[in-house]
């Protein structure tokens, strides 16, 4: 595992390029950064995860290396998961589209704490804020970390598994097939109670 970059002292106007700052830190060599540019610019793909994907550095060593360089705090969604309530505030599909969670809300400021791999994501900040009428604070955490939590959290995952792939984007989990029939059947139950109060308003 390559150790956690020190910050580089710059002003918050002056942040230099991710790669740059990897290179600063001495978690990258030039040659390393320079190699790892030439692939994207042929495959695509962020430097970040390609950077991960390549095994240069560690999921943890990338979000503290963007939280640092950014100016922004770092969470640890497995240390401290957010209360589902919470995390339920931005719909599923912002979740998954973005890579994004919501960890804490003050909704006497009006604010709502994001973490993502990609905090300077303008138009998904855009998007939250839309949605839920907040102000975004964004922070860091790592993409894996980001998964496990949209699978608790949005399907009921009580321990959900490593992600086939963690340096990739969010990935879709899924419930074993009794527990999404029960949840169906408590659906229907609902649906048929709800039913039989429009019939009695009606008569």
Request: include cysteine; charged fraction near 25%; glycine fraction near 6%.
């Amino acid at each position: 595992m390559v150790n956690a970059p020190t910050p580089v002292p710059r002003n918050v106007h002056d942040r230099p390029r991710l790669g740059e700052f990897l290179v600063a830190s001495g978690v990258l060599t030039p040659a390393q950064l320079a190699e790892a540019l030439r692939e994207q610019s042929s495959w695509g793909g962020r430097l970040g995860q390609n950077l991960v994907r390549e095994g240069l550095i560690d999921e943890r060593t990338l979000a503290t290396a963007i939280a640092q360089q950014l100016y922004l705090k770092i969470v640890d969604l497995d240390l401290t998961p957010p209360p589902l309530e919470v995390v339920r505030l931005l719909p599923l599909f912002l979740a998954e589209h973005f890579g994004f969670i919501a960890v804490a809300v003050s909704h006497d400021r009006g604010k709502i704490a994001i973490a993502s791999t990609d905090p300077t994501n303008n138009d998904g900040m855009r998007e939250v804020r839309r949605v839920t009428g907040l102000v975004p604070v964004p922070c860091v955490a790592t993409a894996s970390q980001i998964d496990r939590t949209v699978r608790r959290c949005y399907y009921g995952e009580l321990d959900p598994a490593p992600s086939p792939d963690p340096h990739l984007h969010v990935t879709r989990g899924a419930l074993p097939r009794e527990r999404a029939d029960g949840r169906l059947d408590g659906l229907e139950r609902r649906i048929d109670r709800l039913l039989a109060i429009v019939e009695k308003t009606r008569s």
